[in-house]
Protein backbone atom coordinates (compact mmCIF):
# COMPACT_ATOMS: atom_id res chain seq x y z
CA UNK A 1 0.00 0.00 0.00
CA UNK A 2 1.35 3.24 -1.14
CA UNK A 3 1.26 6.37 0.85
CA UNK A 4 -1.28 7.98 -2.03
CA UNK A 5 -3.54 5.21 -1.07
CA UNK A 6 -2.91 6.12 2.84
CA UNK A 7 -4.05 9.46 2.49
CA UNK A 8 -6.77 8.50 -0.26
CA UNK A 9 -8.43 5.67 2.57
CA UNK A 10 -8.12 8.69 5.47
CA UNK A 11 -10.05 11.42 3.07
CA UNK A 12 -12.64 9.19 2.23
CA UNK A 13 -13.07 8.68 6.39
CA UNK A 14 -13.52 11.96 6.56
CA UNK A 15 -16.07 12.52 3.85
CA UNK A 16 -13.94 13.76 0.98
CA UNK A 17 -13.31 11.44 -2.33
CA UNK A 18 -10.25 12.59 -3.93
CA UNK A 19 -9.17 10.99 -7.16
CA UNK A 20 -5.70 9.09 -7.64
CA UNK A 21 -5.05 11.59 -10.63
CA UNK A 22 -5.74 14.60 -8.47
CA UNK A 23 -3.35 13.23 -5.51
CA UNK A 24 -1.20 12.75 -8.13
CA UNK A 25 -0.66 16.07 -9.41
CA UNK A 26 -1.26 17.71 -5.64
CA UNK A 27 2.11 15.25 -4.62
CA UNK A 28 3.88 16.54 -7.82
CA UNK A 29 3.26 20.37 -7.08
CA UNK A 30 4.48 19.97 -3.66
CA UNK A 31 7.76 17.93 -5.29
CA UNK A 32 8.33 20.80 -7.57
CA UNK A 33 7.73 23.55 -4.53
CA UNK A 34 10.27 21.55 -2.35
CA UNK A 35 12.60 21.32 -5.44
CA UNK A 36 12.33 24.90 -6.51
CA UNK A 37 11.47 26.98 -3.88
CA UNK A 38 14.24 27.56 -1.22
CA UNK A 39 13.05 27.20 1.99
CA UNK A 40 10.06 25.23 1.42
CA UNK A 41 10.80 21.87 2.63
CA UNK A 42 10.14 23.03 6.31
CA UNK A 43 6.84 23.83 5.52
CA UNK A 44 5.51 20.67 3.44
CA UNK A 45 6.56 18.34 5.59
CA UNK A 46 5.10 20.10 8.36
CA UNK A 47 1.82 20.28 6.84
CA UNK A 48 2.54 16.64 5.74
CA UNK A 49 2.60 15.64 9.64
CA UNK A 50 -0.25 17.70 10.37
CA UNK A 51 -2.25 15.76 8.16
CA UNK A 52 -0.82 12.15 8.58
CA UNK A 53 -1.61 13.12 12.49
CA UNK A 54 -5.11 14.24 11.94
CA UNK A 55 -5.76 10.87 9.71
CA UNK A 56 -4.44 9.06 12.11
CA UNK A 57 -6.55 10.25 14.93
CA UNK A 58 -9.50 10.35 12.69
CA UNK A 59 -8.64 6.92 12.32
CA UNK A 60 -8.15 5.86 16.01
CA UNK A 61 -11.58 7.71 16.90
CA UNK A 62 -13.49 5.90 14.11
CA UNK A 63 -12.36 2.29 15.35
CA UNK A 64 -13.20 3.35 18.87
CA UNK A 65 -16.25 4.52 18.14
CA UNK A 66 -17.59 1.13 16.48
CA UNK A 67 -18.95 -1.88 18.54
CA UNK A 68 -16.99 -4.52 19.48
CA UNK A 69 -17.76 -7.81 17.25
CA UNK A 70 -20.23 -10.01 18.86
CA UNK A 71 -18.85 -14.19 19.09
Known sequence: ???SDVVEKGLRKMGVTV???ILAAI????????????????LIVGIY??????LLLVEYYELQSRPAPKT
Open 19 to 21: SKP
Open 49 to 54: LLIQGA
Open 1 to 3: MGL
Open 27 to 42: TLIFGLIVIFVEGSLN
